[in-house]
């Protein structure tokens, strides 16, 4: 099939922002901007057999992630996602059933976002299926919460439950068995299926000063981001770190420790605000239904990240990291 | 090296536009576009041994061309490029000089149309290196040259040279010598450096109504996108099509006509104006210093592309595609 028939396939049926002037299909796509908003805009790449592995995953699953793996850092900037581009580089061993899968997992993604596909390009390539992603957004032009932005005596927090995604991936590569299927595979999708946290980078850009890091290289990895980008220590109380009921109920089997401060790909939110912000946050999240845990705070006369056990600081090192190669 | 520390190191030392609030290094870039232009934003994909062989191009060569061929996208819309994201996948072939000198050579070219680097990512693969490129540019809100754009009694026109580009690929394979060292340095560097041509798009901007493309897959191919997208045919007269010294002196060696019509990757524009808008064309382009031929017209009683001889019609076919698989 060639180029131009396969993107009449996956050319979207509808719009959802009218800003879209030109949509996929010609040289480039063209957009007009809301003017009140700040452009934001990343790419992310996912390559078969370090990222996903072919015969563990559905294809429209691993195009559902590599739109949230983008997304997921369109929310740690506050913003909202609007649209997406994506390349892809395919080799001889994938069919075209499974591209259209990939691009239906992605439209499944963006239609919850309402995010509209603005093009992208599609190649040949060697041994390794390479999927990139762009993600444009827009965010209020007063809002950045940048990891620079930690402050002394600023409250540590994080969106939902951590670790889960890593032990998923131990499932995945059969590293460990579960007997329980509920709860494998809950543990299975929180890996394969991340939930972006743009409702809570939403109400994130709503406070006056916040810094915030997505959680794809762990949680150990992104606060050591933000301490150093903010010039500050972070110290992190192990106790109060939230875990699923599902990774709970395993957590006498395995050494639980690892993935919940290290294993990454929970696309979490964590960050720092005021003591003062601290308060409205928790009120915003209750309203909209979103967990959010105090977890530490921010000492400007530490550098690094370390963890608290009976008034004694313990460094807690970067790692992080949880790539097949 | 991990890649934050890549990151500090192709980091560009000054931003180019004061848009630009949040560059590379945070989860996503943030910039703030001019209210009374619309963003235009394209992403291209070149990839080891299919679109460059790492024998025969340097490093730096590489990374100018997959910028090279994303601007011609933006310049094919009549937009100016403002900003870029690079996403290499990267296999252990390759070594981290040789990936500095792709940015350096993407560098080269976005300096001189003062772009900056908003981020991108870099991740390990398998055998072959995959370049992304997302480019972002800007165009006046009531400018729109889409390929569909094209009417009866429209003339047809195209920037600079053709055939170059698919000379110096033959000359790059040794599938064709040239002893004169001069015009092969030439042909090869027109291949391995080809000039997007964004100064032509922004005077085409000027105009009431164009259609246009960029020459990525062979005259007769991009010509056969803009009558099938515009539902019009066109008439090519092949004796007007520019051919540079260069690839004439050596017309009665080897059989140019296919590098010329189908051969791709020359990076000029091919459209369609008004006749009225011919004459302003001409002007603006002498002016400026910039190489415009007419080619052809526009029939609407006509479907498809046609070669005029001796007041007979012959049917062109698409062909073209250049690439090493």
Not at 78 to 102: D, H, K, R, T
Not at 114 to 133: E, F, P
Request: charged fraction near 25%; charge should be negative; hydrophobic fraction near 40%.
């Amino acid at each position: 099939m060639e180029e131009f028939e396969f993107i009449s396939k996956i050319k979207p049926k509808r719009k959802h922002h009218r800003t879209v002037k030109v949509g996929i299909g010609d040289d480039a796509a063209v957009y007009e901007p809301n003017k009140a908003m700040n452009q934001v805009v990343c790419v992310d790449t996912m390559v078969e057999d370090v990222h996903f592995l072919k015969e563990k995953s559905s294809p429209r699953d691993i195009g559902y992630k590599a739109l949230a793996v983008n997304i997921s850092d369109i929310a740690a900037m506050g913003a909202m996602p609007l649209y997406y581009l994506v390349s892809i580089a395919i080799p001889n061993s994938w069919n075209e059933e499974e591209l259209f899968e990939i691009f239906a997992g992605m439209e499944e993604l963006a239609t919850q976002y309402q995010m509209d596909l603005l093009g992208g390009d599609t190649v040949a390539t060697g041994n390794k299926l390479v999927i990139t992603v762009t993600v444009i957004g827009e965010v209020e032009a007063n809002v950045s919460l940048l990891r620079s932005k930690a402050k002394d005596g600023d409250v540590v927090f994080v969106t939902g439950t951590l670790g889960d995604s890593s032990a998923g991936l131990a499932l995945l590569l059969d590293n460990i068995s579960i007997d329980n299927t509920y709860i494998r595979d809950t543990l299975l999708m929180r890996h394969k299926r991340p939930v972006p946290q743009v409702r809570a980078g939403r109400l994130l850009a709503k406070l006056d000063r916040a810094s915030l890091n997505d959680i794809s290289d762990g949680l150990a990895s992104e606060l050591h981001e933000i301490a150093e980008a903010s010039q500050v220590g972070i110290v992190l109380n192990r106790i109060d770190v939230p875990i699923s009921s599902e990774l709970e109920s395993v957590a006498d089997k395995f050494d639980i420790t690892k993935w919940v401060l290290y294993g990454g790909e929970d696309y979490q939110l964590v960050g720092t605000i005021s003591l003062e912000s601290w308060d409205e946050l928790i009120r915003l999240c209750n309203d909209s239904n979103i967990k959010m845990t105090k977890i530490g705070y921010v000492d400007k006369n530490l550098r690094g990240v370390f963890s608290k056990k009976d008034d004694q600081l313990i460094p807690i090192n970067k790692l992080g990291f949880n790539h097949f190669r």
